[in-house]
């Protein structure tokens, strides 16, 4: 007959090893893999446009959201005519570059959810909240709709140039553009 004491033992051994599998487990599922890959469809003349033969990844996840997601915050016009595309996808409408709006990676945007939700974007020592209108599309590019540029990272925050005066970052600076945040909702 076995002790308590060993039995105790089996037992605080056995929870450990499931603990640390459902943690690993968990590691795991958080991973956002590519999904796919888009080949261009051939050559187009733009500075920002897919490249002849090359792949670009495709992603239907963002990294998870926690109180100071990391990110790369990106720049987009989102009026009328700019070089942004088309309207935006929560509203159809497009807007004026001098509000504080973001488009997120589609793993983000999480089918239209966070739609005229805000979020808060942290750099420079400065926080400024925009609210979310459309998606930076994670899956499809190199086509017209999407003005010939490959499809986002999983982790961009593609913000109005209103979002980066407000974190201090004029269009002479050297990180305009794109650059390291954070952002959390609300």
């Known amino acids: ?10 037992l605080v051994v056995l929870s450990t090893l499931v603990a640390s599998s459902a943690v690993r487990l968990f590691e795991i599922q958080d991973v956002c893999n590519p999904s796919g890959e888009l ?5 187009l003349s733009c500075d ?4 002849e033969g090359e792949s670009y990844p495709q992603y239907e996840c963002s990294p998870q959201v926690t109180g100071e997601t990391i990110a790369i ?19 159809n409408q497009y807007h004026d570059n ?20 805000f979020v808060r974007i942290s750099a420079n020592g400065r926080t400024v909240s925009a609210k979310v ?8 590019g190199c086509d017209k709709e999407h003005t010939f540029e490959p499809p986002c990272l999983n982790n ?31």
């Not at 001098?98 to 945007?109: D, I, K, M, N, Q």
């Open 48 to 51: 920002e446009c897919c490249k």
């Open 39 to 43: 080949h261009s469809p051939g050559r």
């Open 133 to 140: 209108v459309d998606e930076c599309d994670s899956v499809n």
């Open 156 to 186: 961009i925050v593609d913000a109005s140039p209103a979002v980066w005066k407000a974190l201090g970052i004029s269009q002479d600076d050297g990180d305009y553009g794109y650059m390291k945040i954070t952002w959390a909702m609300g």
């Open 1 to 10: 007959m076995a002790s308590s004491a060993g039995i105790i033992l089996v």
């Open 73 to 91: 915050l990106t720049v987009n016009d989102f009026e009328e005519g700019g070089y942004g595309g088309g309207p935006s996808e929560c509203d």
């Open 98 to 117: 001098s509000e504080p709006v973001v488009a997120l990676s589609t793993g983000w945007y999480a089918k239209g959810s966070r739609c005229g939700n």
